[in-house]
């Protein structure tokens, strides 16, 4: 099993930027995709950003498109998420998590644990 520690999250000024890290231990597999993901207050956890180990496929969710970029640093076994142009909007607890296809990284009812998540306030 995947153990994950997200981290970086902080009170930040619309316009602002903020890079949050996710670092993972234990099981990995080299051939899975990488997620962000967040969930605001009274909503449902949804993906944010995508990632191949590789770093050859990346896609995001349109709001967030042209601002946020996921990364990865193989060998710190470490996936990032530069947020900039960060707005209200995105508020959120943010999360990481990975699994063995797309769909099943789009599907948050795939994954069986998470770890603690990473608090982002984006203030007005």
């Known amino acids: 099993q995947v153990q994950l520690v997200e981290s970086g999250g902080r009170l930040v000024q619309a316009g602002g930027s903020l890079n949050i890290s996710c670092e993972a231990s234990?099981?990995?597999?080299?051939?899975?995709?990488w997620g962000w993901f967040r969930q605001a207050p009274g909503k449902e956890r949804g993906v944010v950003a995508i990632i191949n180990w590789t770093g050859e496929y990346t896609d995001y969710i349109d709001s967030v498109k042209g601002r946020f970029t996921i990364s990865r640093d193989s060998a710190k076994n470490t996936v990032y998420l530069q947020m900039n142009s960060l707005n209200p909007e995105d508020t959120a607890v943010y999360y990481c998590n990975t699994a063995p296809s797309i769909p099943a990284i789009r599907n948050t009812k795939t994954f069986r644990s998470w770890g603690q998540g990473t608090q982002v306030t984006v203030s007005s």
């Open positions: 234990g099981r990995i597999f080299r051939n899975y995709y």
